[in-house]
């Protein structure tokens, strides 16, 4: 239970609401901001503007998956006010206070440098990642078969990165029956590449390994589609591009080629809220758990 915990969840989309149900049902202290025009109410939890909130007893305090943006600005789509979260508003928080959050930024990495809190990015953690890419492969899935005139099954696709989501995709899109071939630079991925009966190329053969490729799935937060790359796959192909904005890949000249190339980053939250929330609030729970555990044990 987290009883006498005073959680703040402040803003984001559909999966913090499944945050805020499991921090209710465990009796926590549930303040929320940017969620004014949420149609439903949640019992056991109160609205506040957030020049309303008393920081001074908060132990935590949950953030979108996108955390804020560069001026410290937070998404709330339920809500039309406009929520900053600053300096001045942590330093009233004990020193204990946790701040969690899908990914960070300089201006989080600031903030709470600044103010001495810690910062939990969650899809730092293996498990979220791992948890989080059953979603991704299913809405990358859906992606494909809504942008594409031909089957799945003995298309040609290449996967760019083995790493949590890449293995995920290789593997699903390979047991569809596609011709998988999965592009790495560590020497252990083209060994597991292998090992899952995939075939495996190195990334600096990249413009040769995609010239024969229906469908191109980046998972590498890093420009590699570039419009090198990009002259030699086929213009029928399509470009899924699930790494974080801005992508991997040349937009301007992918568009210029009349190949299709989508960014989709935050699949889990576009087509299975509910789902990428519950992995986000078992997780964010169990860690709620372990720091009052901590504290405890230090008095």
């Given amino acids: 239970m987290l009883t006498d915990l005073h959680i703040a969840v402040i803003g984001g989309d559909a999966r913090q609401l499944e945050v805020i149900r499991k921090l ?6 549930t303040s929320l901001i940017g969620f004014d025009q ?6 056991g939890a109160t609205k506040y503007q957030i020049n309303e909130l008393d920081f001074s007893d908060v132990d935590a305090i949950i953030l979108p998956v996108p955390g804020t943006n560069h001026e410290g600005q937070v998404d ?17 928080t004990p020193e204990h206070c946790t701040i969690y959050s899908g990914i960070s930024n300089d201006y989080l990495n600031e903030l709470v440098k600044n103010t001495n809190r810690s910062l939990v990015q969650l899809f730092e953690r293996d498990d979220v990642a791992i948890y989080n890419s059953i979603p991704t492969v299913e809405g990358t899935i859906m992606l494909v078969i809504q942008h594409t005139d031909f089957t799945i099954h003995g298309a040609n696709i290449s996967v760019l990165g083995l790493g949590r989501v ?11 029956g596609a011709n ?3 592009g790495a630079r560590k020497s252990e991925h083209l060994a597991r590449i292998t090992e899952m ?12 390994a995609i010239s024969d490729s229906d469908i191109c799935i980046n998972t590498i937060p890093y420009p590699i589609l570039n419009a090198g790359v990009l002259a030699n796959i086929p213009t029928h192909a399509l470009i899924i591009d699930l790494a974080s904005k801005p992508g991997g890949t040349d937009f301007r000249y ?31 729970v169990t860690l709620l758990q372990e720091a009052a555990e901590e504290r405890e044990e230090k008095k």
């Fill in 254 to 284: 992918a568009e210029k080629r009349g190949i299709k190339a989508i960014l989709a980053p935050g699949l889990p939250g576009i087509v299975a809220p509910k789902t990428a929330g519950k992995i986000v609030a078992n997780v964010i």
């Fill in 180 to 182: 998988v071939k999965v």
């Fill in 24 to 29: 209710i049902q465990l009796d926590a202290k």
């Fill in 76 to 92: 709330t789509i339920f809500s039309n006010e406009k929520v900053i979260l600053t300096e001045e508003m942590i330093k009233q």
């Fill in 197 to 208: 009966g995939l075939e495996p190329f190195h990334l600096s053969d990249l413009d040769k």
């Fill in 38 to 43: 949420l149609d439903h109410g949640f019992t």
């Fill in 166 to 176: 890449g293995m995920s995709v290789a593997r699903s899109f390979a047991a569809l």
